[in-house]
């Protein structure tokens, strides 16, 4: 019977003594942001940068800088890229707010406000495409090659395989000079030999890299000779120029056709005149590079050029027409070609 007192003598004076403790040991809680990961105003702490706690930042949040309002940062695996926004916009009030009051960033596209001070321009060949940082578009006002071009490529059987090559790696590397896309330039391409060939329309292919793609895939062997001048003539106007496939109505119209002689068979050069004169009419504006002719050049002739009479009717004015001299030339008057071609506009909506 004593032992039982004792024991409850002991149990009483224990309850009693951490019923007091309450009041003096802290309570351990942890904070409701207790992952350093969620703290997500905490740019100072070292795992900020594991994770993206916003898409879309006016400025960089480890190095705390910004630029300006066309400018933006992406965060991907917090890793935080400077973009540029698209020409004429700048971005949202909401986002430079949330920046400069929480060092937050959006979850939203940020570029949706109209900004006169945000207009690009872009030009081509003209070695001021960028600003000094790469794949960032200048802002300065530069010329813009705003056009609609169609390549119309002689491949009969008189020009031999490696000049072929030499033509079409020309041609890859003459659009690869012109900003291709909607709002700029687009690029259609067409060969012919005994009858023509299709490679692109101006609205087939969206994006610069699978246009150039393929181009470079682009058949250079005929399944027979022939040099069908008239019928590509025809085609570039009718099909290729045409607004269901891509043409626009206030872009100038390029035509550049790539030859090395006449057309064949001869009953059809009459109508390669007529053809010609048609793509005048349509205010399409026609160059011609004129490529020696093999058989001349073996023959060792005074005149290596067997088309220069339909070359003239094809050209909308002298000069417009480039002759060289070899397949090899053709890398030297990339950049020529291709700023004759373009003309100088303003992005839609600037002065």
């Known amino acids: 019977m004593e032992m039982f007192w004792i024991y409850w003598i002991v ?3 224990l309850s009693k003594s951490l019923e007091a403790a309450k009041f003096f040991i802290p309570k351990l809680q942890l904070p409701r942001n207790h992952d350093p990961l969620l703290n997500n105003n905490d740019v100072s702490n070292p795992d ?3 994770r993206c706690v916003s898409k879309y930042w006016f400025g960089d949040p480890l ?3 910004t630029h300006g309002i066309c400018n933006y940062f992406v965060c991907n695996h917090g890793i935080y890229t400077k973009t540029a926004c698209p020409s004429g916009l700048s971005v949202l009030g909401s986002l430079k707010n949330r920046w400069h009051k929480k060092r937050m960033g959006l979850e939203e596209m940020p570029c949706k406000k109209p900004h006169q001070k945000c207009r690009t321009r872009i030009a081509a060949g003209s070695g001021n495409e960028t600003d000094g940082r790469e794949g960032v578009l200048s802002r300065k006002p530069i010329k813009v090659c705003g056009i609609d071009l169609v390549w119309a ?3 009969s059987c008189s020009i031999d395989p490696d000049s072929k090559k030499k033509v079409r790696n020309f041609i890859v590397k003459a659009t690869n000079k012109i900003p291709v896309r909607a709002q700029y330039s687009q690029v259609g391409v067409l060969t012919f030999s005994e ?4 490679v692109a329309y101006m609205n087939e292919f969206k994006r610069q890299g699978k246009l150039m793609d393929q181009i470079k895939k682009m058949k250079l062997e005929p399944d027979d000779c022939g040099t069908v001048t008239n019928e590509a003539l025809y085609e570039a106007r009718t099909k290729y120029f045409s607004e269901e496939l891509g043409a626009r109505k206030k872009r100038k119209k390029v035509l550049i056709v790539l030859s090395d002689g006449f057309t064949y ?3 059809n050069i009459e109508d390669t005149f ?3 004169k048609d793509v005048h009419k349509a205010g399409i504006e026609a160059f011609v590079l004129g490529m020696p002719n093999a058989k001349l050049v073996e023959q060792g002739a005074d005149n290596i050029f067997a088309g220069q009479e339909e070359w003239e009717a094809i050209a909308t004015k002298p000069e417009n027409i480039f ?9 030297k008057i990339i950049t020529r070609i291709i700023k004759e071609a373009c003309l100088t506009i303003g992005i839609p909506g600037s002065n």
């Open 63 to 65: 190095t705390n800088t």
């Open 195 to 198: 009858k023509v060939y299709h």
């Open 48 to 50: 900020f940068s594991r």
């Open 153 to 155: 490529v002689d491949i």
């Open 11 to 13: 149990f009483t004076y």
């Open 265 to 267: 068979p001869r009953s």
């Open 323 to 331: 002759k060289l001299t070899s397949f090899d030339d053709l890398g």
């Open 274 to 276: 007529k053809q010609a």
